[in-house]
């Protein structure tokens, strides 16, 4: 075979593993977007069942036989960068998987599903140690698959952070992390001795179906395309990409809190912005889908926080907002409406926090991480520490673990080194904006007018349509001039937040 | 390995390729529900390689060692009705596929997927001349399918009616039919001298949501699950069972004709209710599905007909329909309602027919189908002989082919053999009904007072729980005591209607 018969075939061996996945995904939507509550079991197996056949098929002899051929030094002169990144990205979750014995794997599997469910008994019952063995456990595997992973730089975290946030490290986390905290925390110690606006009016009865048509609108405003996606109700939202031209968003509605569904979708919405553009060269490889966990959510922070959450945006929609609810802004000025959607205010619980606190909650969880696998710390230290670290960082200490260290599914889910992605999709937001600034100079008119597509535009034209062919720290020199840089976060932070608080 | 090991083994691979089916038919349910068109290409694809799958499996050496080693007569006294009925199930499907050169179906598969899209445009501009050629291709192969497969006592149509209905043949459907059109033809023609009633409020504007409310409504009293379904919207309403947990049912609204969704609904839930109360035993089998699509509509239209369309279900329900709709019912009297749902007169559109004139619309395709594949008719012919049929049997004449020849998917679609259930399904519903009033001689009774939960048992006590255990020929054996026997329906017909028309 020449070498672009084996390069062909491999593509077609790999669209075949992306159409399980498709399969997969589809489920996952179907799970989450209300399949009933008898079938679920039954899907999960054929979840299993599908997933048996990715992981068969990307550690097959066949998948080995194309990476050899195709990571040959002899012919990457021939090969383009498309399929030589696909190759890469293809090879590296064959040497993931292929080095756990498929047994632990197996028991890895169980002991999480199990660890998941157990959770949220902890979780309601406010008993960390109902979990503690559970993620005790979870942590020895998750250090032994490391093991067979390989450490990076001498840190067993690095391994972890590298699964969401590729070329990331430990280091680099530090010093985004400790600078960031000296820009956030004095700001939030001033806001504190502010009053805030009132808020009332926020929560009023505003009916589920007119959120959804307002969410409907705001989408069409982003430039989001219902002919390759559509909205729907779930309990988290999230956005899922079935295929090229199917990248669905969910939304929650609260009845008497329209801001979950509205700042919901618009963040939904900036993840599937970013999956409806990429380029159509990438369609059929490994490379089409976000690059990474924080560039997505870098993404979905823009357009939640940048765009959704400024002054100038909602000059264009506000009249628009009043129209759909049942008058509840009725004797509510512009201003003050923009005030109490940005109202900044130290909480325990990360997912309602606000976009100044939010970061602060993400370091918690990140010097709790890197303690339990670089450094000295247990799983039965962790609801301890981590009230201190929520005294130390955001000023309040929850009174109870459901409030504080069991509020979240992804350290029972097996997914430590997933949280900084969060942050990070902040400081890349802030850094995007500013460059952003240099060819949209008119940035805030734009949005003042109704008008999104410049913006978008431009992220497309550095972020989207690259997929996964570029890795991040590629992306952000490429746009930006310069690495990871928290500056911009603060710079924006402040501005925004001294005006908000008069400081 | 011992007989009970191979028997796990069996169930255990048979159960992988259940999983398969299930993600296949999620892909179909959401396709059908909203899936975003730009996807729609790829979503096939994934449905191909889905089934690719199972061709693969259920065609393998392992299926066949299997199905030689339980079908083996030494061992089939230490075999369960539930194993044998499973394998002898496995078998069919088997000897179906592996008989067929595999380049030979693929070909077929995509002249029949052409074929559609061809007919789509044919029927659009009502000119046959366009689907003939593929139609001619799809008889051929067809027939070349039939010859693999072995006829049937001497008639090739017998094999394509075992494919929808098993064990029912052309000796049967040709009795049945022509007692039926003898019953039915003169009730029609004696309809057509009477003028019909005021129907004009049918039509006024019925809000979709609250069609929607009415039809869960409707769904809850016929006692289906919402635990184990959920209702969505759909062009063609039709019933999709995911897992023996999740049975879905669709329904299609149009404002102007409430009709539409509700009795649909109905038809669906028939549907629903079957496959939702097949017996616990038969899960993880082959057998866990209804017996045939003539049993199938049997369940769909004894709801939709025979309680739906009855004056008694009304008396029970009629305040409610009311309560739903905007006042288009005010000052319409039950008895005008009930006369105006049940208006009966020859159209040319199957799918819009009433329950009198449908069984005319099957028998007019089955004799044409009965044509190609044992007599002399020649596709070229279908549209003459078609219009001929209709004259007969309907007493109207078709000005086009878009409302005569080319109204249905079923023959580019290469179903032939397929409509015959649909007559077979309301003679199999009278028949049930005439069984079920010797248990339950107070069934006008029920319905008056909306009590559904007695005739839905009794169906499941009869039919529902055995799912494909027992052969549709069983079924009805078992159940009324006698064969297929149109003589049901043909009184049923002849006591509505007399009565509706004052003949």
Redesign the interface.
Known sequence: MSIQQVEKAYFYYV??IM??N??IA??AW?MRT??????????S??V???SD?VFKRSTSEEMKGYIDALTDPSVQDSLSERTKRSIEKSQEEYSRNVNIPPEEYKAYIILQTKAESVWEEAKEKSNFSLLQPYLEKIVDYKKRFIRYWGEKDGSKYNTLLDLYEPGISVDVIDRVFKQLREGIVPLVKQIAEKNNPDTTFLNKHFPK?KQREFSIHMLKKMGY??????LDETMHPFEIT?????V?VTTHYLEDDFKSAIFGTIHEGGHALYEQHISKDLIGTPLCTGTSMGIHESQSLFFENMVGRSYAFWEAHYDELKKYSSGQFDHVSLDEFYRAINVSKPSFIRIDADELTYPLHIMVRYELEKGLFDGDLHVKDLPGVWNEKMKEYLGIVPTNDREGVLQDIHWPGGDFGYFPSYALGYVYAAQFKHSMLKAIPDFDHQLKNGHIDAIRSWLTEHIHQYGSLKKPLEIILDTTGETINPDYLITYFNEKYKELYGL
Do not use: M
């Open positions: 669209k075949k159409d399980f498709e399969a589809l489920a179907d209300g399949a009933p509550k008898n079938g679920i079991e039954q899907r197996e054929v299993g069942t599908l056949e179906d395309d219902f002919n390759s996606g559509r079935l295929n090229p031209g199917d669905r």
